[in-house]
């Protein structure tokens, strides 16, 4: 862990890319290691953990990435702070900062149908271990467990397969973000509609505020949404009771910095939304423990399977690093 912190330390004043090389957005795969497929990457029915049983068999490998929550105030000659004066006084304060640099952006052409997308994500760890899987492996689980992957914009099978209820297509996705409202409160019902509503912690129903954090965030991950799209669920987003933002820069897997928006998942943990703090892209999420708790594993004992999460613990910590439109599986920007 000392070493990691050290890796992350030496990173972190690390050039950050101009918005041409960011291509905005990155996507992260963050069960590789828990072998799930590609879809279930996706934000699902708010991010909880499906079980205590869940919460154990993660936890060894989400300790690794424990740190603190938030990192002291960037360096003020950090390129981050370079590229202009951030107001995370308050999430209307943050979010309306992002959404205006967004609504002055040039709209991009909507990807062709033809056209690929690529995202990398993972993590420092992730990365590592997918490097020293065997050649053999690595060909033969490729596009199920790399860091890299290619899905297509026009996915027509994905379209009309109705089983999973979060998942939307690049092209869907696209389109969706394209039509909301501008009224906040019009827009996450919309998103309210179209990400039908889960349970949250225990099986308790999902309030209306949840619902509308979970479903806005879902549409976040995707990739490519139009500028200004993005700014108008920017904009909602921090209209939605119990949002919060982190009152500086926090470092993520990677050792950059970047915007947390924050809100309570239950009494024990919080969801964070990380934000480029340069294009205001999505960045990735994490998980975070906010009070010390302890779980148990499936026989619900105080045996070996007992595991005390400690606040600040991060339980995950998903990064997008790379995000583009492409036009052919395989190829990188």
Known sequence: MDEMTRLRELRADAPVPDRADLAPGRKRLTDAVEGRSRR??????????????AVVAITAAALVLTQVVGVQAPDPTSPATVAGDLDLSSPAAALGQAAGFLER??????????????????????????????????????????????????????????????????????????????DPEALLAELRKVFPSGTGPE?????????????????????????????RMYRAMATIEGVGVTGHLIRDAFGRQVIAVTRAYDRNTRREILIDPVDYSYAGRREAVIRTHVVYGPDDSDGPDRTVLKRGDILSDIARTGAAVVDAKGQKP
């Open 203 to 231: 099986g308790v129903p999902e309030t209306r505020d949840a619902h509308s954090f979970r479903a806005l965030t879902v549409l976040l991950e995707s990739y490519p949404l139009p500028p200004d799209a993005l700014a």
């Open 105 to 182: 952006q040039e709209v991009p052409p909507e990807p062709r149908a033809d056209q690929w997308i690529y995202l990398r994500q993972g993590s420092p760890e992730q990365e590592k271990h997918w490097k020293e899987l065997p050649a053999e492996i690595r060909d033969q689980t490729r596009w199920s467990y790399s860091p890299d992957s290619w899905v297509p914009y026009d996915d027509k099978a994905a379209e009309n397969d109705t089983s999973d209820t979060d998942y939307r297509t690049a092209r869907e996705s696209y389109r969706i973000a394209a039509g909301l409202p501008e």
């Open 40 to 53: 279930t990457f996706r934000l699902r029915a708010d991010w909880r953990i499906a079980s205590l049983g």
